[in-house]
């Protein structure tokens, strides 16, 4: 009988709801992907982040370079005390031209070196945050869908209430007319039917911010969404025990491998900044052909190949200082880094203890206000009842209703909080996927 009950309050729910044949999740989340300004920032960023690693790796492979020149040369020679010696002045004009190609290979560059290492974290330091920006539009595509449906549902129980005691006004005018009720009872309705008009006003207003929000997130006006359906069976955690979660949090959640990279990175950068103090050795190669017309009378021109191959050492002596103030530097970004790690982990413990517990209790709170639906459709059936043989009043039966429309949004709130803290659980353990949300979308009514 009390599944009878909860079963027909949610048929009554889904028709009365508006866009009950409209998109499910899985297509609203499918737009948001593609228009989400949020989410099309981290995919860019992330994207950027990836070429980290060819510009690491660029440091420790051969730079080659081919430069060359043109120049023309206007000369005027003009001798002096050159008389009896034969030396003749006179004005000359030739091109000088060159074409090198030269090749460096480094051998030993401890700041080359590290920087790549760098570079290979600062990637799955971008993979780490792209993936958290994938779980929060997850989480959020969820958040505004359900706050669209509970606006829906509370617009709907507002208008099932103001019909309820609209009827309820109408009897008790018809009874102070025959004189069977007092003033007072049809004072009462008319107050309840007032404050009813402004609840349901309210929702109204309420669900129009809902379905501009979604808006927000798909770039489109929001169409009719599919409501939540009678395949809804809410359990516990799996795997349960809280403590589980927490260990994979810390090993998997997406803050606590974004921060872990960025303290690698840190490391590395105070590595590069210490092979600053370190000798380089590098081998190049160059190849060059130059050529020269006349620049004297009665001269030739010249061409010359020149080929060059060898090693170079550098040895840094003294920068002013430099190099062993960024180390320092480089020092106190690493400890802050490693801060900011340590206040990661806390944050996803934090989150998934949260998590954990907002299932547990949302799934009793489902239970009892499944129980409390069905007390309170009874109390008002027995209210209404009891007001025919003359037990009850009028505001009885008025309380009774909005005891009963309250319960009836309370357990659809409790419904789609049970939904988002398992999203969040998921999400603050490092798990939540695309399949999470399609598990969710099967529980919507689609038909």
């Excluded at 920087?115 to 920006?133: G, I, M």
């Excluded at 990661?344 to 949302?362: C, D, H, K, P």
Aim: aromatic share 4%.
């Amino acid at each position: 009988m009390k599944r009878l009950v909860v079963c027909a309050s949610l048929a009554c729910l889904s028709a009365l709801a508006p866009g009950a044949q409209g998109a499910d999740l899985m297509q609203i989340y499918r737009s948001a992907q593609a228009a989400d300004a949020q989410y099309g920032a981290a995919r860019a960023s992330w994207s950027a982040g990836q070429e980290k690693l060819p510009q690491g790796l660029s440091g420790l492979l051969p730079q080659a370079t081919l430069s060359g020149s043109t120049q023309h040369n206007d000369r005027d020679l003009r001798p002096r005390g050159t008389t009896g010696t034969g030396v003749v002045g006179g004005t000359t004009q030739f091109n000088s031209n060159t074409l090198t190609l030269s090749v460096t290979q480094p051998l030993y560059r401890a700041q080359n070196l590290a920087t790549y290492e760098q570079a290979r974290h600062q990637v799955a330091q971008s993979d780490a945050l792209f993936a958290q920006a994938a779980q929060d539009l997850i989480v959020r595509v969820a958040q505004a869908y359900f706050d669209v449906l509970l606006a829906q549902d509370t617009l709907a129980f507002a208008q099932a209430q103001l019909a309820a005691i609209g009827q309820q006004l109408e009897q008790a005018k018809r009874n102070f007319e025959v004189g069977v009720a007092t003033i007072t009872d049809t004072h009462e309705a008319q107050a309840r039917y007032d404050i009813t008009v402004a609840s349901e006003i309210a929702a109204r207003n309420e669900l129009e911010v809902r379905r501009r929000a979604l808006t927000v997130l798909t770039g489109q006006p929001a169409p009719g969404l599919a409501p939540l359906g009678g395949r809804f069976r809410p359990q516990m955690p799996d795997p349960p025990g809280m403590e589980r979660w927490v260990q994979q949090a810390l090993a998997s959640n997406t803050q606590v491998k974004a921060a872990e990279a960025a303290r690698a990175v840190a490391a590395r950068e105070v590595e590069r900044n210490r092979g600053a103090h370190r000798p380089t050795l590098d081998a190049f190669a160059s190849y060059t052909e130059a050529g020269s017309g006349s620049g004297t009378q009665g001269g030739v021109g010249t061409d010359t190949t020149s080929k060059v191959i060898g090693l170079q050492l550098a040895v840094p002596l003294y920068q002013g200082g430099l190099v062993s103030s960024r180390v320092r530097e480089a020092l106190a970004n690493e400890d802050k880094a490693r801060q900011e790690l340590e206040s990661a982990r806390r944050a996803a413990e934090l989150a998934v203890r949260q998590g954990y517990l907002g299932v547990t209790s949302g799934l009793a709170q489902v239970k009892a206000l499944e129980a409390a639906l069905v007390s309170s459709q009874s109390s008002l059936d027995s209210t209404r009842l009891g007001q025919q043989v003359g037990v009850r009043t009028q505001v009885d039966v008025l309380n009774a209703q909005q005891q009963l429309s309250q319960t009836r949004r309370d357990l659809a709130q409790a419904r789609y909080a049970y939904i988002l803290s398992l999203l969040r659980l998921k999400a603050a353990a490092g798990s939540l996927t695309e399949t999470d949300l399609a598990q969710v979308n099967a529980w919507l009514d689609k038909q």
